[in-house]
């Protein structure tokens, strides 16, 4: 059974820090890797990563995947408040247009 | 572009009743998705689209659930009758072929009591 395994669950931390998500799959026929975020409402896609070791980057977050350990880690650097959401990690399998979503984590930045 | 629309954004309904939950894909999308959100179990799909087609309904619960598309821009999501574990969030996301990355509606938060 495909499998998307996030960690850790929930993460609190100060405005400033550097937080580290991860994210590990099992699933058949891998193709992508996506990040959306969640806050209040829809989840809002960040990053899609296809390839090993190539780092995917949009202002204070940053993402890679590795392909041969199955696992991929969304870095946030300087936190904010306005990062606090619950984030979400996807797996697109080939041969269809299916994605396994894991939980989240649910990321909370006081100031 | 409007981006995906959803109908309505909340529904408070009692146990046994008809439930029918409306989305409006991204124009030119042909891939349309729905999927469940709860507490324990993430975010879940029920079934998609493609097409207008139904691809993949392994993810639908039950009979009392069914989902239909009759056309490009509509597609509902109807459960009868509902139950209290049917509680949830509701999510439509449509995508475009080769164009990865869903584009998610608002969603539907569903009580029923």
């Known amino acids: 059974e495909d499998k998307v395994v996030q960690s850790p669950l929930s993460l609190v931390v100060h405005e400033g820090d550097t937080v580290t998500l991860n994210c590990s799959y099992e699933v058949t026929n891998f193709r992508s890797l996506l990040w959306y975020k969640q806050e209040k409402k829809a989840p809002t896609f960040l990053f899609m990563l296809t390839s090993s070791g190539i780092e995917k980057k949009s202002g204070r977050l940053s993402s890679i995947l590795d392909k041969k350990e199955l696992f991929s880690i969304l870095n946030i650097t300087a936190t904010q408040t306005g990062d606090s959401a619950v984030y979400l990690c996807a797996v697109d399998k080939g041969g269809s247009e299916k994605l396994v979503f894991g939980k989240g984590t649910k990321l909370t930045v006081n100031p | 572009d409007a981006g995906v629309i959803q109908s309505p954004r909340h529904e408070v309904t009692e146990m046994g009743q008809e439930v029918t939950l409306r989305c409006k894909p991204i124009s030119g999308h042909d891939y349309l998705f729905w999927y469940r959100q709860t507490m324990m179990r993430g975010l879940e799909l029920l079934i998609y689209f493609n097409n207008n087609v139904p691809i993949d309904d392994s993810g639908m619960p039950e009979d009392r659930f069914s989902a239909k598309m009759p056309n490009a821009s509509f597609s509902t999501l109807k459960i009868q009758p509902s139950e209290p574990r049917d509680s949830a969030v509701y999510f439509c996301?449509?995508?475009?072929?080769?164009?990865?990355?869903?584009?998610f509606g608002s969603g539907t938060r569903l009580t029923v009591v």
């Open positions: 996301a449509s995508s475009f072929a080769g164009n990865y990355g869903y584009t």
